[in-house]
């Protein structure tokens, strides 16, 4: 990556945004997409896309990551201060206990750690190897009570969100952030249009952002009756299976893009599998396929209309919802390329094709 993508990515994946208040990432993406855009326009939900206008009776091609992270939401305060808090998106109780939050008040944010009992407090009890369940967590912010808790601004239906800053590790094609599930899909869906500038493209791109991907992929379905796309491409983060270094798992940093074949939600198409297929491995582009236990936004887009052949460009990442995970640069590389390609390829004739290839 250079600088100005790191830039981009910092940016990103240090702005909070959990389903529903996606309002910061959206600002951003917004003033993004105004600089290579010729067109931006919103959904009724808040999903944005930036269109570039080329052939007028080409296909469109719609292309976005989601703006929302996995975090939580305030629900109510305890009488001794605590904040007790739903959760926005998959998350496992095992990684939570202990980890640094913030909520964001209409005062700013305010830091917090979710509690854990230490264990010279468990040694004996039943609870000893016990994982707490999440409904049984809470946070603390270091209020003396509820009435102080409220002095601080904190109220319901605030967003609490991870604190992990952007950080190159020791090897600098491997960065930890928050929130790469799915900041990737955002800052490439900016990249897209950027590369794109000053090409004629043989379709009309909508290049963006859904949001609520991580509580029922719901801001996909609103886009999709929007944009009524010929084709569309999910940008999305998937879980990477590489710790031990077993090649039979799925899912390895630093081997390419995903070619996702199936999921809970979606078989790929035929046709569109085959053709980025196709693109891959004539641009000797690295890629690796995916089968995954979760879904993306293509799991709502397909379905639209009269279908939509759909697929995900992505990249794995470890560690996804939880507070830090981890991506290859060159994964990133490799999808920015193979997306580029495949925008730049599907013309009336080729979308024709696709949709035959059933």
């Not at 240090?14 to 996606?22: A, H, I, Q």
């Not at 808790?149 to 605030?158: E, M």
Request: glycine share 10%.
């Amino acid at each position: 990556m250079n600088q100005e993508t790191l830039d981009l990515f910092k940016v990103l994946t240090e702005l909070p945004g959990t389903s529903g208040n996606e309002h910061f990432v959206r600002n951003f993406m917004r003033e993004q997409l105004t600089k290579y855009a010729d067109e931006i326009v919103q959904d009724g939900l808040g999903s944005i896309f930036g269109i570039k206008h080329s052939e007028k009776d080409g296909p469109k091609i719609m292309v976005a990551g989601h703006m929302d992270e996995v975090g939580f939401m305030v629900t109510a305060i305890t009488k001794n201060g605590m904040i007790r808090f739903q959760p926005l998106g998959g998350w496992s109780p095992q990684v939570l206990q202990a980890q640094r939050v913030q909520i964001f008040t209409d005062n700013g944010p305010v830091d917090g750690v979710i509690g854990s009992i230490p264990p010279h407090l468990l040694r004996g009890t039943e609870n000893k190897n016990k994982v707490t369940e999440i409904k049984d967590l809470l946070i603390d912010i270091g209020a003396d009570d509820k009435e102080d808790a409220l002095r601080i601004g904190i109220k319901s239906g605030q967003q609490i969100v991870p604190i992990c800053p952007f950080t190159p590790l020791a090897n600098p094609k491997k960065i930890m952030a928050k929130a790469w599930d799915n900041r990737y899909g955002c800052g490439l869906a900016i990249e897209l249009l950027k590369e794109l500038q000053g090409v004629t493209l043989p379709n009309t791109l909508y290049s963006g952002a859904t949001v609520q991907e991580e509580v029922g992929l719901r801001g996909a379905r609103t886009s999709a009756y929007m944009i009524k796309p010929d084709l569309y491409f999910a940008l999305d983060a998937s879980a990477a299976n590489d710790m031990t270094g077993d090649k039979n798992q799925f899912g390895h940093l630093g081997e390419g893009v995903l070619l996702r074949i199936y999921d809970p939600t979606m078989v790929t198409h035929r046709g569109l599998r085959e053709f980025i297929l196709d693109m891959a491995e004539s641009n000797h582009i690295p890629y690796q396929y995916f089968v995954s236990g979760g879904g993306t936004d293509a799991g709502q887009v397909h379905l639209a209309n009269e279908g939509v052949p759909s697929a995900v460009i992505g990249i794995c990442a470890r560690y996804i919802h939880s507070h830090a995970s981890i991506i290859h640069v060159d994964d990133y590389l490799a999808a920015k390329e193979l997306l580029i390609k495949l925008v730049k390829a599907a013309d009336k004739t080729t979308v024709a094709s696709i949709k035959a290839n059933v």
